[in-house]
């Protein structure tokens, strides 16, 4: 069962660890491990809030919290020009997703560019990254999107 302690405990130990995501003394070569593990701990937080309460509001700020995360990391892999580092594509995906649900398109492309190396596109480029990201996560590559299609038989 899920109750308010379950919540608090995960909330305060993804907090500690949360706290090194932004720290810019923390190794670069233990943060993509770091980010996947704090993003994963959102992702459960959130659901406990949904789940325990309905608590829609806290389900998307977690789920904010985690793409914020993810950016922060592929930020300071382009920074410091890391873009060989394992966890920058291994987990690539989910953050995005989390910005999808949570219903943070903006967040969520940021991340893409971030990912691909464009940052700052314009609003064509933005949405054909995330059309085909979107696609391709799916199982469809660029330009042959059927979105709906995956779901039915």
């Not at 070569?29 to 770091?34: F, H, N, R, S, V």
């Not at 700020?61 to 995360?69: C, F, Q, T, V, Y």
């Not at 596109?121 to 059927?146: C, D, E, K, N, Q």
Request: glycine share 10%.
């Amino acid at each position: 069962m899920i109750d308010e302690s379950t919540i608090q405990g995960y909330s305060y130990e993804t907090a500690f660890w949360m706290a090194g995501v932004f720290n810019a003394d923390y190794p670069l070569e233990q943060l993509g491990e770091l980010t996947q593990e704090v993003c994963a701990k959102l992702r459960a937080i959130a659901c406990f809030h949904l789940l325990k309460d309905g608590g829609v509001n806290s389900f998307y700020h977690n789920l904010i919290r985690s793409g914020r995360a993810r950016a922060a990391y592929l930020k300071r892999c382009m920074d410091e020009v890391a873009l060989e580092d394992h966890f920058r594509a291994s987990g690539r995906y989910a953050a995005v997703c989390d910005c999808v649900a949570a219903n943070d398109s903006d967040l969520a492309v940021r991340i893409i560019e971030l990912f691909s190396g464009r940052v700052h596109a314009g609003p064509r480029v933005r949405g054909r990254l995330l059309l085909r990201s979107a696609s391709a996560w799916i199982g469809y590559g660029p330009g042959r999107a059927r979105f709906g299609s995956a779901c039915s038989t």
